[in-house]
């Protein structure tokens, strides 16, 4: 029986279609291409929805975990969503080791699947406990807030020599005192108080 291969195409493929469908033949002695998707991997997961194939199993083949743009963590969770819900496996062309894990079956997959579930919860505890503990400390919650106006004003009355002559440097001290704020925003906003003559 021949493997039915969905093939993803991202936006950001960094070799030609062509090359990376002929790399497929170097990967798998038979099989046949049943689909394949361009776009963003979300809308190729819902596209899985819509294909049938009775004659083999299918992998759906991707070019690197890198070009999905999660984190580890994720694609795991990934893996085990496409298996469980669609029964396919994943490939990678440059991460072998992702259809070698759903290769996996019976008590393997299981005991895998468990392991990844309990890594994930520890990897949130961790990261709650760390986060409280920064609260504790005195830490800000949430975003800082934003620069407006007034704000800048007095950042360019504070340093107005900077502010004249080396805004990069005026915005290095900003963003240092816990502002976020873009150096092509701040620069907006500090030529808007220059030209009101907030100075």
């Known amino acids: 029986m021949k493997k039915g291969i969905l093939l993803f195409l991202p936006a950001n493929l960094k070799i030609s279609s062509e090359k990376y469908e002929s790399s497929l033949s170097e990967r798998f002695d038979d099989y046949v291409l049943i689909g394949k998707y361009q ?82 919860k520890e990897t949130v505890e961790k990261r709650r406990n760390r986060q409280v503990e920064a609260w504790r400390k005195g830490k800000r919650r949430g975003r800082p807030p934003a620069m407006d106006l007034k704000t800048v004003a007095h950042y360019v009355k504070r340093y107005r020599e900077l502010a004249l002559k080396n805004k990069k440097a005026l915005w290095l001290i900003a963003k240092a005192e816990g502002h976020k704020i873009s150096y092509r925003r701040f620069l907006e906003k500090i030529n808007k108080v220059l030209e009101s003559n907030k100075i």
């Open 39 to 120: 776009g963003d991997f979300k809308g190729f997961i819902s596209y899985l929805s819509t294909v049938e194939y009775k004659d083999g199993e299918v992998i759906v083949v991707i070019p690197s975990v890198k070009q999905l743009d999660m984190s580890a963590y994720k694609i795991l969770e990934l893996m085990i969503e496409v298996y469980e819900k669609y029964g396919f496996r994943l490939y990678s062309i440059e991460d072998p080791w992702v259809y070698w894990l759903t290769s996996l079956t019976g008590e393997d997959w299981n005991q895998l699947k468990a392991f990844i579930e309990w890594m994930l």
